[in-house]
T-cell receptor, first 116, second 115 residues
Framework: AQTVTQSQPEMSVQEAETVTLSCTYD???????LFWYKQPPSRQMILVIR??????QNATENRFSVNFQKAAKSFSLKISDSQLGDTAMYFC?????????????FGPGTSLSVIP | SAVISQKPSRDICQRGTSLTIQCQVD?????MFWYRQQPGQSLTLIAT?????????ESGFVIDKFPISRPNLTFSTLTVSNMSPEDSSIYLC????????????FGPGTRLTVT
């Protein structure tokens, strides 16, 4: 069975600093997607960044970047120049690409607080 | 992209009653999902609802308790039946876009409180 683990239930960072959120996953599949989602207090889930497993290059979206280590099954999120609006729950998620069984599995989440 | 709306946004219901949550998408999608999220917790998948077929339920969720309809490619409903306080949660509708890239979109959620 596929699982996603986030070992940091809560984290905090000073505004303008950099923070890294950890995520590990377990699968025997070779073709999959990894995601980081953000859920602010408004509770709207927002996709932060996406990584295809077949791509060796780490994905980057503005201040957000990932460190994807496929052999280690690790997928960490780095947030640079943290802003107050980054305060949210962050969920690491994983999806195996099978045409008959596409579903996304979510990790337990990390609550990030950006401190002014 | 896909824009998803849910109705109601929140409700307070009495024990033993049922509530139907509606999910409307602004584009046609094949795969829709219903999640439950307890306060401060992660998302738990209830079922996958594909148009034209019966919903597929995850372990711990049954059709009698959470019947789902998927009449077309833009709409779905989830009913929470015979509610108890343990059903108090946020219920999220989601769709999966499977074009050139895979991307999942979420509705704003329905906050249900059972008294």
């Amino acid at each position: 069975a596929q699982t996603v683990t986030q070992s940091q239930p809560e984290m905090s960072v000073q505004e303008a600093e950099t923070v890294t959120l950890s995520c590990t996953y377990d699968t025997s599949e070779s073709n999959y997607y990894l995601f980081w989602y953000k859920q602010p207090p408004s509770r709207q889930m927002i996709l932060v960044i996406r990584q295809e497993a077949y791509k060796q290059q780490n994905a980057t979206e503005n201040r957000f970047s990932v460190n994807f280590q496929k052999a280690a099954k690790s997928f960490s999120l780095k947030i640079s120049d943290s802003q107050l609006g980054d305060t949210a729950m962050y969920f690491c998620a994983f999806m195996v690409l099978k045409t008959s069984y596409d579903k996304v599995i979510f990790g337990p989440g990390t609550s990030l607080s950006v401190i002014p | 992209s896909a824009v998803i709306s849910q109705k109601p946004s929140r409700d307070i219901c009495q024990r033993g009653t049922s509530l139907t949550i509606q999910c409307q998408v602004d584009s046609q999608v094949t795969m829709m999902f219903w999640y439950r999220q307890q306060p401060g917790q992660s998302l738990t998948l209830i079922a996958t609802a594909n148009q034209g077929s019966e919903a597929t339920y995850e372990s711990g969720f049954v059709i009698d308790k959470f019947p789902i309809s998927r009449p077309n490619l833009t709409f779905s409903t989830l009913t929470v039946s015979n509610m108890s306080p343990e059903d108090s949660s946020i219920y999220l509708c989601s769709v999966l876009a499977t074009g050139a890239i895979y991307e999942q979109y979420f509705g704003p959620g329905t906050r249900l409180t059972v008294t």
